[in-house]
T-cell receptor
């Protein structure tokens, strides 16, 4: 079974802090994704990566950056956290095949005070 | 452009009732994939089913069934004899196979099954 592990289930940070959310997958997947989930808005794509050191902006990249130094790890960075970044963050990975489902981590509920 | 619409924000049923969750999608691709995920209160997204655009056969898995109709661009999900454990948020998603396997998610339908 594919395992996608997010470093924290719950995280509380303060406005202006630099925040790191970590995601690790154990199935050698090429593609990894970061989403945020807000009530009524579904999952919105922040950034994704299709290879080591390769990244692409999703639909809502403002205020975020990412890092992928190793294939199994994909980090989401909030450069200067703001209260409107309080949300549920979900990481996913997928094998490079046309019909595969994305596999998700358990999510990180991030609160910015 | 790719888009998925789940018009039902929240549905409440009583246990043992049947319930259908609607999903309508938009795409210009001739090859695409459709998915349903379940998100229980614990938060993780659980993959339920995958369908490709060339296979319009309906599928049944226990109490779950899926109706894919290309003519109406719909991929609806029915739960028969609902149970309290079915309470969750359900997401429909569309995959763009030639675009890094990006997924386009609907806004989700929250299903409340009351005992």
């Amino acid at each position: 079974d594919v395992k996608v592990t997010q470093s924290s289930r719950y995280l509380v940070k303060r406005t202006g802090e630099k925040v790191f959310l970590e995601c690790v997958q154990d199935m050698d997947h090429e593609n990894m994704f970061w989403y945020r989930q807000d009530p009524g808005l579904g999952l919105r794509l922040i950034y994704f990566s299709y290879d080591v050191k390769m990244k692409e902006k999703g639909d809502i990249p403002e205020g975020y950056s990412v890092s992928r130094e190793k294939k199994e790890r994909f980090s989401l960075i909030l450069e200067s956290a703001s209260t409107n970044q309080t949300s549920m963050y979900l990481c996913a990975s997928i094998d490079r095949g046309n019909d595969q489902p994305q596999h998700f981590g358990d999510g990180t509920r991030l609160s910015i005070l | 452009a790719q888009k998925v619409t789940q018009a039902q924000t929240e549905i409440s049923v009583v246990e043992k009732e049947d319930v259908t969750l609607d999903c309508v999608y938009e795409t210009r691709d001739t090859t695409y994939y459709l998915f349903w995920y379940k998100q229980p209160p614990s938060g993780e997204l659980v993959f339920l089913i995958r369908r490709n655009s060339f296979d319009e056969q309906n599928e049944i898995s226990g109490r779950y069934s899926w109706n894919f109709q290309k003519s109406t661009s719909s991929f609806n999900f029915t739960i028969t004899a609902s149970q309290v454990v079915d309470s969750a948020v359900y997401f429909c998603a569309l995959s763009a196979p030639y675009n890094f396997n990006k997924f386009y998610f609907g806004s989700g339908t929250k299903l409340n099954v009351k005992p």
